[in-house]
């Protein structure tokens, strides 16, 4: 063993073993003696240097997301990082925030966003993007990155290129890779950006439900200390809209058991946010493995599949009941069908979903 894992209980050592596999990949084995084994993340002193070297006191930076709660940390935590060094740097986002929690995290952490457009683009000379890629969403697309930072996989068709690249798969959340940023450049995040950090990770391993790595747990654990408890539960606890409250009404009203699952149709609606919901929501009843929703917008039928990603594999099952019909499918746990409203042939659509989730099932 290491010298430096010397005196350490069978379980300190362990985790001291943890620590050296996870910075290794990182690190030369010259520097990693010279450090303290205690520290809680990998030395990135080398990769700080090679972002410093990318900012220039006259440069108007623009870091752009597809805003989620680890995104808009990731862009807070970036733009701190780049704060001073640059002439300005400022956020867009290239999508609409609907999620009433998303909502509470930019009032209450106050996360100043622009909306990407052409127009704004022409405002800045360098650009930034985290926990995304270009090839993402069509509105990064034609921009000349300067810097990603991301921990989605790399599409191999598609690979990433910029003068600082960091992309982190096997990350359960981006703002892990920023925290370690934040601590090797000896930044200590103020309670706005800690806290918006630490729900961050919280949503993108779904309070650790989700495949994460050691780094994120460290993360989050270096994070409890900084963060505003009262405002990270006012921003948890802001889970619904008071106007999806009715169709909680009809989706109980309707609700129908398939098995060891719970299906219910909510009818119209604008948007599948509240399929979402109420997917989720009664993924909270005791002993039920699966849920599916469904709700009529714009001319088609949508279906919100949720599960434990055990008893089913939600993405083959909804595209086995309803592939035939329109597009289905998704992951283990979550997965998605939407069919135009023409394939009931003007039967009551309740009724048409239910069937076809009871006729071929395979439980
Ligand atoms: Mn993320």
Excluded at 179 to 204: M, Q, V
């Amino acid at each position: 063993m290491n010298s430096m894992g010397k005196g350490l209980s069978p379980r300190g050592a362990a985790l001291f073993q943890n620590c050296i596999a996870a910075v290794k990949p990182r690190l030369g084995d010259r520097v990693l003696q010279a450090r303290h084994c205690m520290e809680p993340f990998s030395n990135l002193d080398t990769q700080a240097e090679r972002l410093f070297a990318l900012f220039r006191r006259e440069d108007r930076w623009l870091i752009t997301i597809n805003a989620d709660p680890d995104a808009m940390a990731s862009a807070m935590a970036l733009r701190r990082i780049m704060a001073r060094r640059v002439a300005a740097v400022e956020i867009a986002k290239v999508n609409v925030i609907t999620r009433p929690d998303n909502l509470a995290m930019v009032h209450y952490l106050r996360i100043p966003m622009h909306t990407l457009t052409p127009e704004l683009l022409k405002k800045f000379d360098c650009f930034a993007i985290v926990d995304s890629q270009p090839s993402h969403h069509p509105g990064f697309s034609g921009i000349n990155y300067s810097i990603i930072m991301d921990h989605h996989p790399i599409d191999p068709k598609n690979p990433p290129d910029a003068p600082f690249l960091e992309i982190h798969p096997e990350y359960g959340a981006n703002a892990t890779l920023l925290i370690e940023y934040l601590y090797s450049l000896r930044i200590r995040p103020g309670k706005l950006l800690a806290t918006a950090l630490f729900f961050g990770i919280k949503t993108d391993t779904m309070n650790f439900e989700r495949s994460f790595q050691e780094a994120d747990a460290r993360a989050y654990q270096y994070l409890g200390r900084l963060i505003d408890q009262s405002l990270l539960l006012r921003i948890v606890r802001s889970e619904y809209h008071l106007q999806w409250l009715p169709y909680l009404t009809l989706a109980l009203g309707r609700l129908h058991q398939v098995r060891s699952g719970l299906y219910t149709c909510i009818g119209e609606i604008e948007n599948s946010d509240p399929l979402v919901f109420i997917a989720d929501f009664l993924m909270r009843v005791h002993e039920v493995r699966w849920t599916a929703v469904c709700g009529v917008s714009e001319g088609k039928i949508v279906i919100i599949f949720r599960g434990d990603g055990i008893t089913r594999n939600l993405g083959a099952f909804a595209s086995q009941h309803f592939g035939d019909v329109g597009s289905a499918g998704g992951h283990k746990a979550m997965a998605r069908a939407e069919i135009p409203l023409e394939a009931a042939e003007g039967r009551n659509v309740e009724f048409f979903v239910y069937k076809r989730l009871n006729s071929r099932s395979k439980q």
